[in-house]
Nanobody, 124 residues
């Protein structure tokens, strides 16, 4: 069974930074794409970013993430990161990592399996 575990969430002030981690197990890490999805209270889930480990680490970002968030992968640890900078209160959400065949940017529904999320709260 595929394992995905997000961590690194917490409370951060507006303008601050945070790094989320997605530890993975029980699937060929280099054969899939790993994405970050978030869901704010009372809102629909939205795709944040994706890295395609099977295609030279190609990345995709939602417009709101471009220039502020960076997705990366550490193959030896089978872990994907989401570095968040210049965060705002609008970034408050539960962040999930999920697995898919590729990064298509078609939204959360494309992902085959999600892990448990980690809560990010941006507040002064």
């Amino acid at each position: 069974e595929v394992q995905l575990q997000a961590s690194g969430g917490g409370m951060v002030q507006p303008g601050g930074s945070l790094r989320l981690s997605c530890a993975t197990a029980k699937f060929p890490f280099g054969d899939y794409a790993i994405g970050w999805i978030r869901q704010a209270p009372g809102k629909e889930a939205e795709e944040v970013s994706c890295i395609d480990l099977s295609r030279d680490g190609r990345t995709w970002y939602a417009d709101f993430a471009k220039g502020r968030f960076t997705i990366s992968a550490e193959n030896a640890k089978k872990t994907v990161y989401l570095q968040m900078t210049s965060v705002s209160v609008e970034d408050t959400a539960v962040y999930y990592c999920a697995i898919d065949q590729s990064c298509s940017g078609y939204g959360p529904a494309q992902y085959d399996q999600w892990g448990q999320g980690t809560l990010v709260t941006v507040s002064s």
